[in-house]
């Protein structure tokens, strides 16, 4: 299985400032055929399932804010927030999609300094 | 509107199996993939398998093999995972996720909860 390892496990952040999180792979998610990193980000509140942010590495789903954007490749990638804002309080996950098992990281809790 | 409404909360008995529905609507049920992965607690998600919704394809977890089965209706738009031979470790909220066509899990249940104790 692909083993997605995310740092750090917490991040305190104050208003308006920014926030990076970290993905690595245990292999490759750059796919030769198409030249797509196959690895998705996800937010989760309390109470409520995870909501993806970005797909293949670098593309924003609709409606999701342009502060949120993601860069990388093979097997190392990161989540950038540019300006934090209260309402990106939350657990954020890696997840790759290249090879069944699909495998999510560990998760990154976000909080307010 | 777009959506996938999962049945409610579950307790089941060590052995017992547990059967977890999965209700779409809004959208031209097969043409789309549902997944499911689960989340115990204090645990990171969990990808368990995967039914095409069209042709009723699936593919599981080696780690779930045997154990597992996803099937759906079509009639009903509804998927169905059930889980036998239940233990404590798989007390957990389990998810159905909808497969759009760029391999992201766009649309997700609200999550039913699955306790397995004696």
């Given at each position: 299985d692909i083993v997605m390892t995310q740092s750090p496990d917490s991040l305190a952040v104050s208003l308006g400032e920014r926030a990076t999180i970290n993905c690595k792979s245990?292999?490759?998610?750059?796919?030769?055929?198409?030249?797509?990193?196959y690895l998705a980000w996800y937010l989760q509140k309390p109470g409520q399932p995870p909501k993806v942010l970005?797909?293949?590495?670098s593309t924003r789903e609709s409606?999701?804010?342009?502060r949120f954007s993601g860069s990388g490749s093979g097997t190392d990638f990161t989540l950038t927030i540019s300006s934090l804002q209260a309402e990106d309080v939350a657990v954020y996950y890696c997840q790759q999609?290249?090879?069944?098992?699909?495998t999510f990281g560990q998760g990154t809790k976000l909080e307010i300094k | 509107q777009v959506q996938l409404v999962q049945s409610g909360a579950e307790v089941k008995k060590p052995g017992a199996s547990v059967r977890v529905s999965c209700k779409a609507s809004?959208?031209?049920?097969?043409?789309y993939g549902i997944h499911w992965v689960r989340q115990a607690p204090g645990q990171r998600l969990e990808w368990m398998g995967w039914i095409s919704?069209?042709?009723?394809n699936t593919k599981y977890s080696e780690k779930f093999q045997g154990r597992v089965t996803i099937i759906r209706d079509t009639s009903a738009t509804t998927v169905y995972m059930e889980l036998s031979?239940?233990?404590?470790?798989?007390?957990a909220v389990y998810y159905c996720a909808r497969e759009d066509y760029e391999n992201v899990f766009d649309i997700w249940g609200q999550g039913t909860m699955v306790t397995v104790s004696s």
């Open positions: 245990s292999q490759s998610l750059l796919y030769s055929s198409n030249s797509k990193n970005i797909y293949w590495a409606g999701v804010p342009d999609y290249y090879r069944t098992p699909y | 809004g959208y031209s049920f097969t043409n919704a069209g042709n009723g031979s239940l233990r404590s470790e798989d007390t």
